[in-house]
């Protein structure tokens, strides 16, 4: 049958070398460092995610029912919800440009093209487990639509550790005392934690006010007439008042494109107006095994032929979940109004 699977670079072991072999190059981001990925060998593992976890809400709502709080009943939607993957395409043009490469050259191209874009899906997959990590850290929630199913899953940071500033009295006014505020919401961080949050998560629009806020001008000893700081000066500021540093994330948003509709779709993770304090230890992402892993956990990528219509896919497949363990070592500040 014409595709792709008879050859070696589309067999079990060479495509488990590209997924194995594009890990290494995988970067470390905020949420890793956050929520750690941990691999689990329980197939019941998202099940026992909801039965066992102190600080995950039972809030999920099935539809147009009412939310549901027993978790027995939510436990025995998890093992579809945790599953995750992505696919492409190979057509039968490009089936058919493959068989007919006339020289080594060409066929080697055509083998290439079709290995980039497997190792795209790999990579694009990785996104769905950063993303999962991200809201789950910046949002404190997670929300997923599949299978006319809607889930939505409340991690359980506490009230206290949630604070929005009013229009008029926010980050937007240069006059506020941001540091007056931030040293309020630190303290009150260790108060509950006995330990200082390691970094202050924020958008480049948070950032750019904090740089124009009067008070950090003036602490930071620019010019007369200075009408900003710079985030050099912004962290040595935060540093002299036993601040935490700030981390700016560039990207507040991850895009892939859906199985199901195979729209393009971009997710934000971080609000704009939102700082996210946090320390190691709040959690961890649990990735777990999947019947076409042969019940091993990780990323699995495989390729299968199709006769009607001629084609090829490229799949990617996996489950897992992010859990908060210690949802106290995360605190919200909606810092103005969007």
């Known amino acids: 049958m014409p595709g792709i699977t008879h050859l070696e670079?589309?067999?079990?072991?060479?495509?488990?070398?590209?997924?194995d072999e594009s890990e290494q190059d995988a970067p470390i981001s905020f949420a890793?460092?956050?929520?750690?990925t941990e691999n689990v060998f329980s197939r019941n593992f998202a099940g026992d995610i909801i039965k066992t976890n102190n600080f995950l809400a039972g809030y999920i709502g099935k539809g147009s029912e009412p939310p549901t709080v027993d978790r027995n009943e939510i436990a025995s939607y998890m093992g579809e919800i945790a599953q995750f993957g992505l696919q492409d395409i190979v057509t039968y043009s490009e089936i058919e440009a493959l068989h007919e490469a006339q020289n080594n050259a060409r066929y080697q191209?055509?083998?290439d093209?079709?290995?980039v874009r497997a190792v795209d899906i790999v990579d694009a997959t990785r996104?769905?487990?950063q993303l999962a990590?991200?809201?789950?850290?910046?949002k404190g929630e997670l929300s997923t639509n599949r299978n006319k199913?809607?889930?939505?899953?409340?991690?359980?940071i506490p009230a206290e550790n949630k604070v929005a500033l009013t229009g008029g009295n926010d980050f937007s006014s240069p006059d506020f005392d941001i540091l007056g505020f931030l040293e309020e919401q630190v303290q009150a961080y260790s108060d509950l934690n006995r330990r200082l949050p390691e970094t202050m998560l924020m958008s480049r629009q948070v950032l750019q006010m904090m740089l124009k806020n009067e008070q950090?001008?003036?602490e930071a000893g620019r010019s007369e007439g200075s009408n900003r700081a710079s985030q050099a000066n912004l962290n040595n500021v935060l540093q002299e008042f036993g601040l935490p540093s700030i981390e700016v994330v560039l990207d507040r948003a991850i895009t892939y494109k859906d199985n199901e509709t195979s729209d393009t779709l971009s997710n934000e993770f971080l609000p704009v107006n939102r700082i996210v304090m946090a320390s190691s230890g709040a959690g961890k992402y649990l990735l777990g095994p999947t019947l076409e892993n042969n019940f091993q956990p990780g990323i699995l990528l495989t390729a299968e032929d199709k006769k009607k219509p001629v084609m090829s896919v490229v799949e990617t497949v996996g489950a897992g979940f992010p859990v908060l363990e210690n949802p106290f070592l995360v605190k919200h500040l909606d810092v103005f109004t969007p």
Do not use: H, N, S, Y
């Not at 670079?9 to 997924?19: D, H, I, K, S, Y």
């Open 109 to 111: 191209d055509a083998i």
């Open 9 to 19: 670079e589309f067999q079990q072991p060479a495509l488990r070398a590209l997924v």
């Open 149 to 156: 199913i809607k889930f939505d899953f409340d991690f359980g």
């Open 113 to 115: 093209r079709i290995t």
């Open 32 to 36: 890793d460092r956050f929520l750690p």
């Open 127 to 129: 996104r769905l487990i």
């Open 216 to 218: 950090i001008i003036a």
């Open 133 to 138: 990590k991200a809201e789950a850290l910046c």
